[in-house]
Nanobody, 121 residues
Framework: VQLQAYGGGLVQPGGSLRLSCAASGMIFSINDMSWYRQVPGKQREKVATVTSGGMTNYADSVKGRFTISRDNAKNTVHLQMNSLKPEDTAVYYC????????????????WGQGTQVTVSS
């Protein structure tokens, strides 16, 4: 099982970006899917989570600007980021709680490789 994240880049303040992350491999089920971000010298911060049922939760710093969504049929999670600010600059990581097909009953934590988001004029 692996997660592949993509969609980062350079954007001006006030702009938008959409991150995506696809889970692949022998998957039985996926529970929560989340996006985290990290800047050098700081702890990784949870940005947003979406449950398998579609319930969402956001960090206060991104509420009203970011939207997390998922496509269960495609095992993907997206993060639509609007009204971006320079302080949103970070490496963004996707995370998923997955039950592999060969380990039913077990929930394992998987991470994507990270994608850089830079907000700068």
């Amino acid at each position: 099982v692996q997660l592949q994240a993509y969609g980062g880049g350079l954007v001006q303040p006030g702009g938008s970006l959409r991150l995506s992350c696809a889970a692949s491999g022998m998957i039985f089920s996926i529970n929560d899917m989340s996006w985290y971000r990290q800047v050098p010298g700081k702890q990784r911060e949870k940005v947003a989570t979406v449950t398998s049922g579609g319930m969402t939760n956001y960090a206060d710093s991104v509420k009203g600007r970011f939207t997390i969504s998922r496509d269960n049929a495609k095992n993907t999670v997206h993060l639509q980021m609007n009204s971006l600010k320079p302080e949103d600059t970070a490496v963004y990581y996707c995370n998923a709680a997955i039950t592999p097909a060969q380990a039913i009953g077990v929930i394992l934590d998987y991470w994507g490789q990270g994608t850089q988001v830079t907000v700068s004029s």
